[in-house]
T-cell receptor, first 115, second 110 residues
Framework: KAGVTQTPRYLIKTRGQQVTLSCSPI?????VSWYQQTPGQGLQFLFE???????NKGNFPGRFSGRQFSNSRSEMNVSTLELGDSALYLC??????????????FGPGTRLTVL | DQQVKQNSPSLSVQEGRISILNCDYT??????FLWYKKYPAEGPTFLIS?????DKNEDGRFTVFLNKSAKHLSLHIVPSQPGDSAVYFC?????????FGQGTELSVKP
């Protein structure tokens, strides 16, 4: 069974631009969560989607948004990029909603650099 | 406001010896705890978990201990192997999300 895939793996953008990252969960998984990893803040929860609905959102500004499609694939969008948005963005999928003690499986991440 | 803390950013251990990674949490309502391992350029991978109804869970070389009164959990790796060198994160799962500690980088020397 294929794992969680994320595209692109690396991305370089400039301040003010917007970016869209994509995540394909493990086949059959309906929950997709997004996390941001930075050296200073560690791994922080962005949001979770289940059955095309956002179930949970972390403490991030409205510039960060996401969506989930009927095939469970998810995208996250960051508008008006800032230097501090440079991070590794990780996607995780699980069968059931996160928090139901179902293991989340992570993709390799997208490394975003904002210049 | 760090709800999950890993106070040791790094740990170095000799191959064959025991590695002990520690994690403290603040909320006594947390009832499920996990450890993830992360290699560079890869996403975290699930290692082992424990429910608050237990105080120990074992899986091969990995054992997690939970001390609810102290709000403390630890991961023991015995014996440690060079391939165990990675960053280890403890995490809790309240309200539909994973909250991670800052991670401890384990280095196992041959």
């Amino acid at each position: 069974k294929a794992g969680v895939t994320q595209t692109p793996r690396y991305l370089i953008k400039t301040r003010g631009q917007q970016v869209t990252l994509s995540c394909s969960p493990i086949s059959g998984h309906r929950s997709v969560s997004w996390y941001q990893q930075t050296p200073g803040q560690g791994l922080q929860f962005l949001f979770e989607y289940f059955s095309e609905t956002q179930r949970n959102k972390g403490n991030f500004p409205g510039r960060f948004s996401g969506r989930q499609f009927s095939n469970s694939r998810s995208e996250m969008n960051v508008s008006t990029l800032e230097l501090g948005d440079s991070a590794l963005y990780l996607c995780a999928s699980s069968l059931d909603p996160a928090g139901a003690q179902d293991t989340q499986y992570f993709g390799p991440g997208t490394r975003l650099t904002v210049l | 406001d760090q709800q999950v803390k890993q106070n040791s950013p790094s740990l170095s251990v000799q191959e064959g010896r025991i590695s002990i990674l520690n994690c403290d949490y603040t909320n006594s309502m947390f009832d499920y705890f996990l450890w993830y391992k992360k290699y560079p350029a890869e996403g975290p991978t699930f290692l082992i978990s424990i429910s608050s109804i237990k105080d120990k869970n074992e899986d091969g070389r990995f054992t997690v201990f939970l001390n609810k009164s102290a709000k403390h959990l630890s991961l023991h790796i015995v014996p440690s192997q060079p391939g165990d060198s990675a960053v280890y994160f403890c995490a809790v799962t309240p309200a539909g999300k994973l909250i991670f500690g800052q991670g401890t980088e384990l280095s196992v020397k041959p």
